[in-house]
């Protein structure tokens, strides 16, 4: 989802730009009275009024409640909001302003000792578990500790994994031979209230790390393995009162939860409810009639909506379509046959009708613009002119495409499979891929699965990919953290392919751009580490494995009667922790 010491200073494009548009809010994180695009630079409706029922709504089923596993950005946005709390945070304002970090459970942001490769956290006195049990250091590191279970913790970031472990072989907390589970040798805990990280090297980007659900506290006696899901235990504002799975997920107030230590979260609706499951038009509907507050999504309305929105002032004054940071890309198997030949990639890549694509997903203004390589804009290391397939125009190169299939030795095309999720824009999007091929004889199948295993097991397990014949697979990106580094490593590194819960779909393991990463990891100039980037996504355009199409763009719909409303740079989306509504 979503290098070196320069990951902390890295300045991202605002997304701000949003697309053009009326009544745009240009305040400055100041007090917003709305306008089209005006919660990407504001905050609307501020308030600390607290009471009321916050009502969310969304297609497809989370891919997970644990915060281990969990890796969709609307469920990150869910947890870091409501339940979860980590180290650090970042700070809840809009624009550039909210990718600061600031201590969340931890005091303060620690800077590193020993040339950078040990950092020390002190925790905040009074922070509970929903139980009233203190969270403690070794809480910490047990939560952490549990990313190493393969068996139990399948999927979602392991950028601590890679980094803690540093050849122990760590088995993870539930086989750990350690009577107390704490037995990984890179983390200690000198008495509960600290808690020591000791790197191999330098690498500032543990920070980052730091602030994603998967290195929040779990008590070992409450965790319940593969079903910790069911019920995660909270250490924020707020805690499950039931799951239904497919159906709904309502919290209700934590009374463990100390305003005191938390400037995170205003914690103001005293219920949060979020409704599995609906389809996407009905969602549309009920955003535009105010029955809901927020499409949880954050991936923009449909297309029967988005001229409503657009073409009616009332409406579009209540809407935003900012830059996300993610990209809509499909990732072409080196595995596959004939995908495992290059210029049957780049067949495809010369093949497809990029405007076709962003129609799909909405247009220029509702869908993204056109997309020429993998980095997104809002990140540092993207060049726009990095277009080595020619493809800024959107338009297909028939001729081209055909050279390429005839020196892979398919002139008269082939068959292959696309595997894509069956909710939202991607269905629509993935015929439109489907018509490009076929537009040079390459007859295509569309295999339309869950987007709840989609990522995890459909197209994140290589055995799955290879028996389905999976040459193609529609996917979505955004940056673990907002750095180069937190974007493209985990699809390009070929170390880091696995079993299950993969991210680099395409199987790519070239060895040149492997060296790269590991250059740019140890780089902490800001400009360097941006140039070396840049050279690892060209190097990613070469290989013709990745196919960018747009840089997503999200035409969202807001009910008027929230409050403290404004868009995280972070993500592109409404942070949630601080919504209110008015009634």
């Not at 008495?191 to 779990?218: C, E, G, R």
């Not at 909506?305 to 072409?332: C, H, S």
Request: with cysteine; charged share 20%.
């Amino acid at each position: 989802m979503v290098a070196g010491a320069a990951a902390a200073t890295l300045a991202l494009s605002a997304c701000g730009g949003g697309s053009s548009g009326d009544d745009t809010s240009k305040n400055n994180g100041q007090k917003g009275s709305g306008g089209y695009n005006a919660a990407i630079t504001g905050v609307l409706n501020p308030s600390d009024k607290k009471g009321g029922t916050l009502k969310l709504t969304t297609n497809p089923d989370p891919d997970s409640w644990d915060p281990a596993i969990a890796y969709y950005a609307s469920e990150w946005n869910i947890m870091k909001g409501f339940y979860v709390r980590t180290l650090l945070a970042n700070e809840s304002k809009p624009g550039a302003d909210g990718l600061k970090l600031v201590g969340d459970l931890a005091t303060e942001v620690p800077k590193p000792t020993d040339n950078g490769t040990t950092y020390t956290f002190h925790l905040k006195p009074g922070i509970k578990f929903e139980d009233g049990a203190p969270v403690t250091s070794k809480d910490i590191k047990y939560g952490i500790e549990r990313i190493f279970a393969s068996e139990v913790v399948n999927a979602g970031p392991k950028w601590l994994v890679e980094a803690l472990d540093q050849g122990q072989n760590y088995p993870g907390a539930y086989k750990d031979p350690d009577p107390n589970k704490l037995g990984l040798k890179s983390v200690e805990t000198p008495d509960d209230n600290t808690i020591v990280f000791h790197l191999a090297k330098p690498n500032s980007d543990l920070l980052y790390w730091l602030q994603m659900p998967a290195s929040s506290p779990v008590q070992r006696s409450k965790d319940t393995g593969t079903q910790y899901a069911n019920h995660p235990q909270s250490t924020g504002p707020y805690k499950f009162e039931s799951w239904e799975q497919g159906k709904k997920l309502t919290m209700v107030r934590n009374d463990q939860w100390d305003p005191a230590t938390d400037t995170v979260r205003k914690a103001l609706p005293d219920r949060i409810e979020v409704t599995y499951g609906t389809a996407v038009d009905e969602i549309d509907n009920q955003l535009l009639s105010n029955e809901v507050d927020l499409d949880i999504a954050q991936t923009g309305v449909q297309q029967g909506a988005q001229p409503k929105i657009l073409l009616d002032p009332e409406k579009k004054k209540n809407a935003d379509a900012p830059v996300t940071g993610f990209i809509r890309y499909v990732a072409i198997s080196t595995k596959v046959a004939p995908f495992d030949n290059i210029h049957c990639r780049k067949a495809v890549q010369y093949a497809l009708d990029k405007t076709a694509m962003q129609t799909a997903r909405g247009g220029a203004e509702a869908g993204g613009d056109i997309a020429t390589n993998m980095l997104p804009p809002t990140i540092n290391g993207h060049d726009p002119a990095d277009d080595l397939f020619n493809t800024k125009s959107g338009k297909p190169q028939i001729d081209k495409a055909k050279e390429e299939l005839a020196a892979c030795g398919k002139p008269n095309g082939f068959e292959t499979v696309i595997a894509t999720r069956n909710q939202g824009k991607e269905p629509k999007t993935a015929e439109a891929l489907q018509q490009s091929l076929a537009a040079i004889g390459i007859t295509a199948k569309l295999d339309p699965q869950d987007s709840g295993l989609y990522f995890r097991s459909t197209i994140g397990s290589p055995s799955n990919v290879h028996n389905k014949g999976y040459g193609l697979m529609m996917a979505g990106w955004g940056a673990d953290y907002p750095a180069a580094s937190g974007f493209l490593k985990p699809l390009v590194d070929g170390r880091a392919i696995s079993e299950s819960g993969n991210n680099n779909y395409a199987e790519l393991d070239d060895p040149a751009i492997n060296s790269l990463i590991d250059q740019a990891a140890a780089e902490a100039d800001p400009a360097k580490n941006a140039e070396i980037w840049k050279q690892i996504n060209r190097k990613v355009s070469e290989t013709a494995a990745y196919m960018p199409f747009t840089y997503d763009k999200a035409l969202n719909y807001r009910n008027p009667r929230l409050t403290n409303v404004y868009i995280t740079q972070y993500y592109g989306m409404v942070d949630f922790g601080n919504l209110g509504v008015m009634s």
